[in-house]
């Protein structure tokens, strides 16, 4: 394995420690993302580096008893493990990741031929409102914004402007990663047992394996 390794120019090793450490960092690689210059999804070159090197990733991660999966169905490179223990996600990240889930799946039911999805604060809000999940006016900027970045930095959602203050007009898209961590079916289940309960959610745990936040 690593004789492959040796044999790589500097240049190309330099890209293999990339997507190494990438994949550790936010456990998913998109083969398409966002380009806010262009407002269009471009080819991403860690997506097709991570291709190149596939056999060997596969390998170095099998030593760690960590699966590298292709998702061609949806371009998506991502690492699964039931040892790695990831990041906490607070209460409103959670609530935020089933919303998403569910205007995801409400735009790909109806739409005729994109299969871009876009969403805005006050369509999660609305949501929030609807399921009686949260008081959305309590909502404060810094767990706002705290709850965006945990979804931008595990590939979940892209905004589509310039992060800065965020307010109900702000659009953002949803990456179909989100189709890997929550099962549509159990969607419905999840939300009307938290209202049964009569709270919020309990803290989700977001990791390389991403258990399914019901767990």
Request: proline content about 1%.
């Amino acid at each position: 394995m690593f004789s492959y390794y040796n044999e790589l120019l500097d240049e190309d090793k330099d890209e293999l420690r990339e997507v190494i450490k990438t994949l550790y960092h936010q456990t998913f690689i998109l083969e398409r993302k966002y380009d806010k210059k262009t407002d269009r999804y471009l080819p991403n070159r860690m997506y097709r580096n991570c291709e190149r090197h596939l056999d060997f990733l596969k390998e170095y991660y099998k030593i760690a008893d960590i699966d590298l999966i292709e998702n061609r169905q949806y371009g998506i490179m991502q690492i699964v493990t039931s040892n790695l223990q990831g990041d906490k996600l607070s209460r409103l990240t959670t609530i935020f990741l089933l919303l998403l889930k569910l205007i995801f799946d409400e735009q790909m039911n109806t739409a005729s031929s994109s299969i871009h999805v876009y969403a805005s604060l006050n369509e999660v809000y609305d949501k929030i409102q609807l399921f009686r999940l949260w008081n959305s006016k309590s909502i404060s900027p810094t767990e706002l914004k705290k709850a965006i970045a945990a979804l931008k930095k595990y590939q979940v959602i892209e905004i589509t402007d310039e992060m800065g203050e965020l307010d109900g007009d702000t659009r953002f898209i949803i990456y179909p990663t989100i189709n890997l961590l929550l099962d549509s079916q159990s969607i419905g289940a999840i939300i009307e047992q938290y209202q049964e309960e009569g709270e919020v959610v309990e803290d989700g745990q977001i990791s390389s394996s991403f258990e399914d936040v019901s767990e």
